[in-house]
């Protein structure tokens, strides 16, 4: 028999590259699985002085956080490393009764009383001594860098890019064994082709045709019929489809010109929906909200803060910060002096939920009178980071909605006669929407 080649020796050349890749691959990998962590910044270092930090900055959070920044100036000044730079006798008596220490015409008193608008500062007679300590030794603390956020987003980056580089290794070690497993099929094809070329045996070369298939096919009447039938129902439901979503913007989340997240708003920091959208009480239309609305809280809030510990932040503190100036750019704010300029700029919002003309939907009848909560028609807009419309807002959905729900009568002197006669007449205890009315057309198409 004619000798073809020396196969054991092939087989052990993949062989060995084979494990050369898998110790290469498997050391990086566990290279950068044991890279050490690095290293944690120093704890920033007690504010000097008797008071308590902790205590002192509960105690400002809750007492001088409406008015005053550890860095920035507010309704007052910063407060950061005040300590320092006033007597605390003095302070103390500032603290407890701003009023008092600038009518005895105390010059320091009077100068930041004029400096900051002749605002008048809120007493603290409540505040003991060690209370004031505790505030003051909160106010010396060391600024600290914004390494908490920067830190865990730096860290997800670092572990994204290990991640992203095992990855790889990974993926390129199976295109690699991909690779050698097809070369080694042709190889293993060529030396039986010798094999068999040695030996006298003729391979023969088989080659796929489908067209006795097709022709097998068309001869056959039924099977035509109904694959033409199919075709049919199946372009027809395709074609319904297609045609019941023209005029449907469900999921539809516009980008605004100020970015604002309900998710921060509504979510995490509790803001009621009616607080902005105070017109969905009285008006049919929920309105969108003047950016005085916003100044209420945004005159002390200039920077986005977050917490190292929330998950609710999709962006970076820098970003929400920009935001904020966006805003008073547009209402003409300084946050330096605390005053508007007088020069203001639309914002051209984008609106996302519209109803077609011929429609008519109330807000203040489904609010103040059913009793509905924004969430049921907005879905759950304290999750949004970007609003988009949440529901259809079909007519087939409001039918449904009308005839799922049952009209709220207690306390409501107007429905107690209707309901009274409709009960009856229908046997039920409860009525819907529809049982009252909520499906004659006149309802909501004029």
Not at 9 to 28: E, G, H, R
Not at 247 to 263: L, R
Not at 281 to 305: D, W, Y
Request: with cysteine; net charge positive.
């Amino acid at each position: 028999m004619k000798k073809v080649g020396n196969h054991k020796s092939i087989l052990k050349v993949i062989t060995l590259n084979l494990a050369f890749l898998l110790s290469v691959s498997l050391s990086s990998f566990a290279q950068e699985a044991a890279a050490p962590a690095p290293a944690t910044d120093v704890a920033a270092a007690p504010a000097a002085g008797a008071g308590d930090p902790a205590a002192g900055k509960a105690l400002f959070n809750a007492n001088c956080a409406a008015c005053h920044k550890l860095d920035a100036k507010m309704t007052g000044p910063a407060l950061r490393g005040v300590a320092e730079r006033r007597d605390r006798a003095w302070l103390g008596k500032w603290i407890k009764n701003s009023k008092d220490l600038i009518a005895s015409g105390d010059a320091d008193a009077v100068k930041i009383f004029e400096e900051f608008n002749k605002t008048p500062m809120t007493a603290f007679p409540q505040l003991s001594d060690a209370d004031v300590d505790n505030i003051l030794a909160y106010t010396s603390q060391p600024k600290e860098e914004p390494k908490a956020v920067a830190g865990v987003a730096g860290a997800g980056a670092q572990a994204g890019d290990a991640m992203g580089i095992s990855n790889n290794l990974v993926l390129g070690l199976l295109a690699v064994i991909l690779t050698l497993l097809v070369g080694l099929l042709f190889m293993v094809n060529n030396t039986l082709r010798k094999i068999s070329a040695a030996n006298g045996v003729e391979v023969a070369d088989r080659k796929l045709s489908l067209l006795p298939l097709w022709r097998s096919f068309a001869k056959n009447q039924f099977l035509v019929l109904v694959s033409t039938i199919l075709l049919m129902l199946m372009s027809a439901y395709f074609a319904y489809g297609y045609f019941m979503q023209v005029g449907v913007d469900q999921n539809y989340a516009p980008i605004q010109p100020i970015h604002y997240s309900h998710k921060i708003h509504a979510g995490d920091n509790g803001i009621d929906c009616k607080y902005c959208h105070s017109a969905a009480r009285t008006s049919k239309n929920a309105g969108i909200p003047s950016l005085n609305v916003c100044m209420n809280c945004h005159k002390n809030i200039s920077e986005f803060q977050g917490d190292k510990d929330s998950t609710y932040v999709d962006y970076t503190k820098e970003f929400y910060t920009a935001e904020i100036q966006k805003l008073y750019d547009a209402v003409g704010w300084d946050k330096a002096t605390q005053k508007y300029t007088g020069k203001q700029k639309p914002v051209k919002w984008v609106r996302i939920h519209n109803l077609q003309d011929f429609v008519y939907f109330n807000h203040s009848q489904h609010v103040s009178v059913a009793g509905l909560e924004c969430q049921t028609c907005h879905g759950p807009v304290e999750t949004f980071e970007i609003m988009k419309q949440h529901s259809p807002l079909t007519m087939g959905w409001c039918i449904n909605c009308h005839r799922e729900t049952n009209v709220k009568t207690e306390g409501n002197a107007y429905y107690e006669k209707i309901h009274a006669e409709l009960s009856k007449k229908y046997g039920v205890d409860k009525l819907t929407a529809a049982q009252m009315g909520g499906l004659e057309c006149g309802k909501c198409h004029y």
